[in-house]
């Protein structure tokens, strides 16, 4: 009888990662600066060139900032990876008796650890310790380029509804119009990423919503302050 694999979460954490805080931090990032805009300084062209400048420099510094983190992570495994290959061919007696004991710590009986640490060993030696000493595997590996690929484009799509919202909400309720659409779309966000990563949908859009309301009031305030003190 043939069982279908069972399906699992954590090969999506990478790509769900990045991708899922670079559309929040562009909805809500966007969004709170053309609120604090509009509520200083409620003309059109302003909140429109802020809404603009918020989704170009954000996206950039999302991509850039990703990019460069996920870099430093894939440069650690490289060097551990170069480290333990040179272990390997210097003393691969230790080598092999070291991975035994991280079977025998699980649970499995020494015989038992040694007879599989040989086997793993003959057939891919640097393999079998970079899963299983480093924790380095295709899941969690570290991937720079699609990382910054996927915090860009995400961060862009998420910049892309304030913006909208900004060249045709009415000037007068601007700051409602935003808050209102920012909010529908980040419970939106958070029921898909929930989905996506298999955890509690309910839980996922309370906490997103109520950290995208403060900080989307947060610099309403500000701008109504700052609006309020210029004139």
């Known amino acids: 009888m043939h069982h279908p694999l069972e399906k699992h979460y954590v090969n999506r954490v990478g790509w769900l990662?990045?991708?899922?805080?670079?559309?929040n931090d562009g909805l809500l990032s966007t969004t709170s600066i053309v609120i604090g805009v509009a509520?200083?300084?409620?003309?059109?062209?302003t909140i429109i060139l802020a809404a603009l400048a918020g989704m170009i420099a954000g996206a950039m510094s999302m991509a850039a900032g990703e990019y460069v983190s996920v870099s430093s992570q894939e440069d650690t495994e490289k060097a551990d990876l170069l480290?333990?290959?040179?272990?390997?061919?210097?003393m691969p007696e230790?080598?092999?008796k070291e991975l035994a004991k991280i079977y025998e710590k699980r649970g499995v009986s020494k015989e038992t650890a040694l007879q599989v640490a040989q086997e793993?060993?003959?057939h891919d030696a640097l393999a079998a310790h970079a899963h299983d000493e480093l924790g380095i595997n295709e899941i969690t590996q570290a991937k720079p380029l699609q990382a910054?690929?996927?915090s860009f484009g995400s961060f862009a799509l998420g910049a892309l509804l304030p913006f909208l919202v900004s060249l045709a909400a009415p000037i007068?309720?601007?700051?409602?119009?935003?808050?209102g659409f920012s909010i529908v779309f980040l419970m939106i966000l958070g029921a898909i990423s929930a989905k996506t990563g298999g955890s509690k949908i309910g839980i996922a859009v309370l906490r997103i919503c109520f950290w995208g309301t403060v900080a989307m009031?947060?610099?309403?305030l500000i701008g109504h302050f700052f609006g309020v003190t210029v004139s």
């Open 217 to 220: 009031g947060i610099t309403a």
């Open 172 to 179: 007068g309720q601007m700051v409602y119009f935003q808050y």
């Open 83 to 90: 480290r333990e290959k040179r272990e390997l061919e210097e």
């Open 148 to 150: 910054a690929v996927a």
């Open 120 to 122: 793993l060993t003959d």
């Open 17 to 23: 990662r990045a991708a899922v805080l670079g559309a």
């Open 94 to 96: 230790i080598e092999l």
């Open 39 to 45: 509520a200083a300084a409620p003309e059109r062209n």
